[in-house]
């Protein structure tokens, strides 16, 4: 058989597969937050950071999976990115939540709009007994 007929044949089978697998799933590989304006991802990103500020209700979700969630939402929109991106990355590197209590209160003081960080830090300072907000609850209470 002629090598351009193999690479040609071949190309078709792995084109049909990945359309195969796009009927069966169309979102995957896409964003799954890519279809909500700015307003509501940042409605989004108070959601999950309220969930993460709960955590305690669901013990199998810790750090990472909530920064992968806040990564999402904010990845393909430039000015979430800009606004949060430093946020995200920073609850994407903590290890424990000693860490945390140090590394939370000094991204939340990167956020660049204003309405979220007062959102996520109304949210803090409810959650604050866990002990995991402490530092950004006192911060916050300082600065008011």
Same mark, same amino acid.
């Given at each position: 058989?002629?090598?351009?007929?193999? !690479?040609?044949?071949?190309?078709?089978?792995?084109?049909?597969?990945q359309?195969?697998? &796009?009927?069966?799933?169309?979102?995957?590989? #896409?964003?799954?937050?890519?279809?909500l304006?700015?307003?509501?991802?940042?409605? #989004?990103? !108070?959601?999950?950071?309220?969930?993460?500020?709960?955590?305690?209700?669901? =013990?199998n979700?810790?750090?990472?999976?909530?920064? &992968?969630?806040?990564?999402? !939402?904010?990845?393909?929109?430039? =000015?979430?990115?800009?606004?949060?991106? $430093?946020?995200?990355?920073?609850?994407? $590197? /903590? =290890? $424990?939540?000693?860490?945390?209590? /140090?590394?939370?209160?000094?991204?939340?003081?990167?956020?660049?709009?204003?309405?979220?960080?007062?959102? /996520?830090?109304?949210?803090?300072?409810?959650?604050?007994?866990?002990?995991l907000?402490?530092?950004?609850? #006192?911060?916050?209470n300082?600065?008011?």
């Amino acid at each position: 058989m002629n090598m351009k007929f193999l !690479v040609t044949r071949l190309s078709i089978l792995l084109l049909a597969q990945q359309i195969t697998a &796009n009927e069966a799933n169309p979102n995957l590989g #896409q964003n799954k937050y890519a279809h909500l304006t700015t307003e509501q991802r940042q409605e #989004q990103m !108070v959601k999950l950071f309220e969930e993460f500020a709960d955590r305690s209700k669901e =013990k199998n979700k810790g750090f990472k999976h909530y920064a &992968n969630e806040f990564e999402e !939402v904010c990845n393909d929109n430039d =000015k979430l990115w800009k606004d949060l991106g $430093s946020f995200c990355k920073t609850i994407k $590197s /903590i =290890k $424990s939540t000693t860490e945390a209590t /140090i590394k939370i209160p000094q991204a939340f003081t990167k956020i660049g709009d204003n309405k979220i960080k007062e959102q /996520i830090g109304d949210i803090a300072k409810k959650r604050g007994r866990a002990g995991l907000f402490l530092a950004l609850r #006192q911060r916050l209470n300082t600065k008011n």
